[in-house]
């Protein structure tokens, strides 16, 4: 028998914007899904905008007794910025309403909930004044948490700011999948600095208000490796860590920009436009804990001809194909379990062992029906393996005295996906869309059920 520490959490993730549904009506104003999906909808999946995804607006309190039913103590969700404050500045009560009433039966369930603040969701009316490019971003995301912290924080013992916040840099700014949708690698840092700073103001808005609870940052700070030991290999992988891992990690943690990262900006002429006290603000408003999510490695070989100044990422670092990986068949993604002992290593090594928790871990299938039994459940015996698989690596690293304090999948009900639609499901429910959202538990929640109540599992 593997056994956790007492008082793991034992839980699922998800987010406001990928859930919800009711995106433009109760009060709520349009995000730039919302406005995309109207502009392009060829973009996504057909018929798959983010108006009604799984309506957990309206379903939200049976779901809890789901959550409860297969022994969740934990769950993470996020805010819709659009939802709370339509223009920016005034309260939509019915949203104050609605969450008030959701995270009171989660708590009521014992089911704690830990409370994101951005998964992606950038207001139209702030994009319309440049969205993160405009340093106003910051101060406005600041009044946000403010008012989200004054509203909830005597039902949210756990903060988090952001989610994956170099997700919505990359996408957005590099890679095409997300608004605005442009390639310049500049805009791209400063975007990514004013995600840190408005970091840093909620940070700041949590210290400054009455509220008890604790807050962190949820991270993909996936690990890292190097085709080879060669020195152009290993310095790839220096520069994919110090971009898509270290550059949240280690302001975050520890309140310091990290070493290497200033001088790879200055030699690129991409250094980001700051204001003159924020490096003292970094410094005072470190995380209490982080999430970290993970699912797959990034592996890295150098550049066949980079170009300099660099254009994009791919002038530091090139995709590298193991030839001995494992994967994913039915999403395309590598599987390997290993990474997750390396990264929970590496918080206790390098980052003073700070409190952290695995915040997503999942399996996404495609085509998820082909898996139905003849009762109606989707037998996801692929799913239980993978997670008891990166379960026995986190038991590992705890073991050698990683702080880590709790186990999040992605997710408790099949979500929308951006760009992707509902292609990959990953929940512990099954999400019928041709009738009205109907839930139905997979396999995977009865062996949940068993893993929380035992605190563990067999081998
Ligand atoms: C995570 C994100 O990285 O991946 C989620 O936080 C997302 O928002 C999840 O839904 C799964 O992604 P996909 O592309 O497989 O649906």
Known sequence: MINFPKNFLWGAAASAPQTEGHSLSNGKTASTWDEWYVQNPEKFQPGQGPATTSNV???????????QSIGMNSYRTSISWTRLLP??????????????????????AGVTPIINLFHFDMPWWLMEKGGWENRESVDAFGFYAKTAFELFGDLVQRWTTFNEPVVHIECGYLYGYHYPDVVDFKKAIQVGYHTLMAHVAAV???????????????????????????????????????LNGKSFLDPCALG????????????????????????????????????????????????????????????????????????NIYRGWEIYPEAIYDMAMMIKDEYGNIPWYVAENGMGVANEERFLNEDGMIEDDYRIEFM????????????????????????????????????????????????????????????FKALSENNGFNK
């Open 87 to 108: 223009d920016g500045k005034n309260v939509n009560p019915e949203a104050v309403s609605f969450y008030r009433d959701y995270f009171t039966k989660l708590n009521e």
């Open 204 to 242: 700041e808005a949590l210290k400054a208000s009455n509220c008890e609870g604790q807050i962190g940052i949820i991270l993909n700070i996936s690990p890292t490796y190097a085709r080879s030991e060669s020195p152009e290999d290993q310095r790839a992988k220096e520069i994919a860590d110090l």
């Open 388 to 447: 008891q698989d990166h379960l026995q690596q986190l038991h590992n690293a705890i073991e050698k005295g990683s702080n880590c304090f709790g186990y999040h999948t992605w997710t408790f009900v099949d979500c929308w996906s951006w760009l992707n639609g509902y292609t990959n499901r990953y929940g512990f429910y099954r999400v019928d869309l041709d009738n009205n959202y109907a839930r139905s538990m997979k396999k995977s929640g009865l062996w």
């Open 256 to 327: 310091t920009i990290p070493v290497g990262l200033k001088e790879v900006l200055a030699d690129n002429d991409l250094l980001p436009i700051t204001a003159e006290n924020d490096s003292v603000r970094i410094a005072n408003n470190t995380v209490d804990f982080l999430g970290l999510n993970y699912y797959q490695p990034r592996r890295v070989q150098a550049p066949e001809n980079p170009q300099t100044p660099a254009l994009t990422p791919a002038d530091f670092y090139a995709p590298y194909d193991w030839p001995e990986k494992k994967m």
């Open 57 to 67: 607006y309206e379903l939200y309190a049976d779901d809890v007794k789901r959550m």
